[in-house]
């Protein structure tokens, strides 16, 4: 077992960490790549992950990250480098729980040896230990939230489902398409040019996807969408369809036994073991999830969802500059799939514990000679992370009560909220896609002041869409502070330094004591 070349990636990275810990920056050991002894060649999907396999392997294993410290593991897109490592892996981790980007778990599945296990570490969390959460999206937008989801089962390792448009009627064009953390869109239909296979989305088996939809002109259309699913092997299997009913720029018409849906969160849906089509969504109220049939439901897009389109060059798609266009904002920044369960499990350090003694478990499994080396890293780390915990605890513990509520740009912190006593409490810019017109500049303000907040917090690698962020937290005098979530930087790049600041960060820009 082992026994593979050392990556150049990875001895590339030891000699970057080398010369940050040269110029006082800690923590790069849990990225650094094993000696010439390593026994193991591990690939992980993020960062983190490398940085807690590094922890428990030590000098038995040499470690790489398919994404890299500033990336964003729900939408990085795996280069050929990034595929010729993981056919080098004798265990492959990931964190499971579609946090990572589906194209990057096609590539481990496409490129890493048969031999190698591929473990999803938070899917099996509990059985370490840990606990695992719903994810739940409440934007508390004035217009539906529509996405795009899958669900049941698929035979096959890795295969996916594809939902193509394939036919439009009414008075203009519709759009759907994905903004990434940068603010730059990718149509992914677009009724203007035709339809062809183009138009569709692929999602993994219990997925969902945020979009943004985009119609040109009021009236009613009718969307009709099929399903097929997709092996790995490039077998195609059609699976159903279903036409949807949108009702646009003004007040809902519909039969009597139809659904008319206008706020919260949606999504249209396909059922890839019955091949079904419908709306799946979840009532504002209770909370519990409905299903309603595609031709028996209506999906309105009210007056107030009428934009313009931005003048900046990539939304030339939309249409001309300053057109009138009526949207479902996609809510959250970046491309983000997920499914119901909230994969962010590492934001509560207890956790961080069970994905050790899981990282522990594997390793051992895959190198039986290792087992002592491998338990003893393991009891030394998990002590650390045992301390960690109760230092973040007692730092949180800090906060006044009336200011534990976090406002950030991405839902990663529900884990935190819920084991140190806070609330998550929104999102700071809930249209990314463009920037805000004055009247949404104006509502980011409203929420901010009538949330009592002193700070709203950036995640480091989403730092380049902050400017209006910060703009209207200067108008409200309120602080803009930095908080970890899927992500490492050139600052920090382990896991122990990224919980200790985002504690440190949260006790002082919250009034608590640092």
């Known amino acids: 077992m082992g026994g593979h070349p050392r990556h150049t990636t990875t001895a590339a990275l030891a000699t970057v960490c080398a010369l940050l810990t040269g110029a006082g920056a800690t923590g790069c050991g849990g990225l650094q790549s094993g ?12 960062a983190i992950i490398a940085d807690l396999v590094g922890r428990v392997g030590g000098d038995r294993v040499d470690v790489t990250s398919v994404v890299p410290l500033h990336g964003d593991p729900h ?19 990931s964190n499971g729980l579609l946090l990572e980007e589906p194209g990057i778990m096609k590539m481990v599945h496409n490129n890493a040896p048969k031999s190698a296990p591929k473990i999803g570490i938070a899917e099996k969390l509990e059985q ?29 390792d890795g295969s996916q489902v594809r939902t193509t448009a394939t036919k439009l009627e009414g008075p203009g064009d ?37 979009v943004n939809w985009a119609f040109s002109e009021p009236g009613t259309y009718k969307l009709t969408v099929e399903g097929r699913t997709e092996t790995l092997d490039g077998k195609t299997s059609r699976i159903g369809s279903g036409t949807f009913t949108f009702t646009v720029g003004g007040e809902a018409e519909a039969p009597k036994s139809a659904a008319v849906l206008d706020g919260g969160h949606a999504d249209i849906a396909l059922n890839a073991e019955t091949g079904k089509v419908y709306v799946r969504a979840d009532e504002q109220k209770t909370g519990a999830r409905t299903h309603h049939p595609a031709d028996e439901v209506v999906l309105n897009v009210p007056a107030r969802a009428k934009e313009s389109v931005p003048k900046e060059k990539a939304y030339g798609f939309l249409g001309e500059a300053g057109d009138d266009v009526w ?14 369960m909230d994969p962010h499990a590492w934001e509560d350090v207890a956790n961080a514990e069970a994905y050790v003694r899981r990282i522990e478990d594997e390793l051992i499994k895959a190198d039986p000679d290792g087992k002592a080396t491998y338990e003893k890293n393991a009891e030394a780390y998990l002590g650390t992370l045992g301390e960690l915990d109760v230092e973040v605890a007692k730092k949180l513990a800090t906060v006044p009560e009336r200011n534990r509520k976090l406002i950030t740009t991405h839902d990663a ?51 380049a869409r902050s400017d209006v962020l910060k703009r209207v937290a200067k108008d409200q005098g309120v602080g803009v502070c930095t908080i970890y979530g899927d992500s490492f930087n050139d600052e920090i790049h382990d896991y122990v330094s990224m919980m200790r600041h985002n504690a440190t960060e949260l006790a002082k820009c919250l009034g608590g004591d640092a």
């Not at 239909?189 to 996807?209: K, Q, R, Y």
């Not at 949207?327 to 119901?340: F, N, R, S, T, W």
């Not at 998550?424 to 409203?446: I, Y």
């Open 35 to 46: 000696t010439s002894d390593a026994e193991l060649t591990v690939s992980t999907t993020t």
């Open 75 to 93: 939408s990085y897109e795996p280069s050929p480098g990034d595929a010729a490592k993981v056919t080098e892996a004798d265990v492959v981790f």
């Open 128 to 156: 370490y230990g840990g606990t695992v959460m719903k994810l739940e999206e409440d934007l508390g937008l004035d217009v539906l939230w529509l996405g795009w989801a899958v669900e049941g089962e698929v035979d096959g």
């Open 174 to 210: 519709l759009r759907v398409y994905l903004t990434d953390t940068l603010g730059r869109p990718k149509a992914y239909v677009n009724s203007a040019d035709g339809f062809d296979d183009e138009d569709s989305f692929t999602l993994p088996p219990e997925a969902h996807t945020h």
């Open 327 to 340: 949207v479902l904002p996609q809510a959250v920044i970046g491309k983000h799939v997920h499914g119901d």
């Open 413 to 463: 912190f529900g884990y935190l909220a819920k084991a140190y006593g806070m609330e998550v409490a929104g999102f700071v810019v809930p249209v990314p896609n463009q920037e805000p017109s004055a009247a949404e500049v104006e509502k980011l303000g409203d929420t901010i002041r009538e949330k009592e907040v002193p700070s709203v917090f950036l995640e480091p690698n989403l730092a």
